[in-house]
């Protein structure tokens, strides 16, 4: 088990969750037990009464753990539904997907287009849909499940992929590029300047742009993606540690699809890149 955000949160829902059942069945009625033993001062002089009224006020006063958990439960409990079942955010820490994707992204995925699973154990509970060619996903490293990456679906199951002179290949076809500059970076993206910036279309709904180094060998292979499996690719091709290296994602291993950059924070500028705000993800 992978001791994950999600595995942390719900450790704390159990937690929060068992002291307030505990008082609830156990603590809450010796509490009132007591309070209405301490209550009953029958003949006392006015002093008596008083000190017997503060008493029974104290002793009938939840403890502070279980206060903080009432409190906390509910909270604990939204947070996780909403980032395992509806949506959760990530931060780009790599250029691989550029210029789809910068460094200093902050983006939204949704974790139900590719299915409902449970959290935590990462079981699939209810279909939903399958990846497309061409979809912007985030999934599980399959060499350390416990590193979260981003990469573009290129393969489906049973497609045979090659790469070759920086062109891919889709069953024979050859995914379409044409050059559109060259490409001017600026902070965490400057890097990248003088790379080719090309657009590559998919299908005819489907277009991106990419980075090609043209001085850079071409990492030429011929992969045929399993059944239940995905070959993925970075936008920056020769900048990418992806399919061409480490091979295919198997379905169980995809967390959902990225479609919204949220925030940015260029950490070389030091400034919030305001123009990136809101901009959906294709």
Do not use: C
């Not at 996780?80 to 959760?88: D, P």
């Amino acid at each position: 088990m992978n001791f994950d955000f999600a595995t942390i949160m719900f450790i704390a829902a159990v937690i929060t969750g068992g002291i307030w059942a505990l008082d609830a069945v156990f603590w809450a009625p010796k509490r009132r037990l007591t309070t209405a033993g301490a209550g009953s001062s029958d003949g006392a002089g006015p002093d008596a009464a008083a000190a017997a009224e503060v008493i029974t006020e104290q002793q009938g006063k939840e403890p502070v753990l279980v206060e903080y958990a009432k409190a906390f439960f509910p909270v604990i409990v939204i947070v996780l539904f909403l980032r395992s079942f509806l949506v959760e955010p990530f931060r780009i820490p790599s250029g691989s997907m550029m210029p789809t994707l910068l460094n200093g992204d902050f983006i939204l995925v949704n974790k139900f287009a590719y299915g409902i699973r449970l959290p935590v154990i990462n079981q699939k509970i209810i279909d939903v849909s399958l990846p497309e060619r061409g979809d912007v996903i985030v999934f599980r490293y399959p060499e350390d499940p416990s590193i979260d990456y981003i990469k573009r679906v290129i393969g489906l199951p049973g497609d045979r992929i090659e790469y070759r002179d920086k062109v891919v290949y889709v069953n024979g076809r050859p995914l379409p590029q044409q050059v559109k500059g060259t490409y001017i970076g600026k902070g965490t993206a400057i890097g990248m300047t003088g790379a080719s910036l090309r657009e590559e279309k998919i299908s005819e709904e489907r277009v991106h742009d990419i980075l090609i180094r043209e001085e850079r060998l071409a990492r030429d292979g011929i992969y045929v993606v399993p059944e239940g499996h995905y070959f993925v690719m970075g936008d920056n091709r020769d900048n990418s540690n992806d399919s061409r290296e480490w091979g295919t994602v198997p379905e169980e291993y995809l967390v959902g699809k990225a479609f919204l950059i949220w925030m940015n924070w260029d950490k070389v500028e030091k400034t919030i890149l305001w123009d990136r705000i809101g901009s959906t993800i294709r």
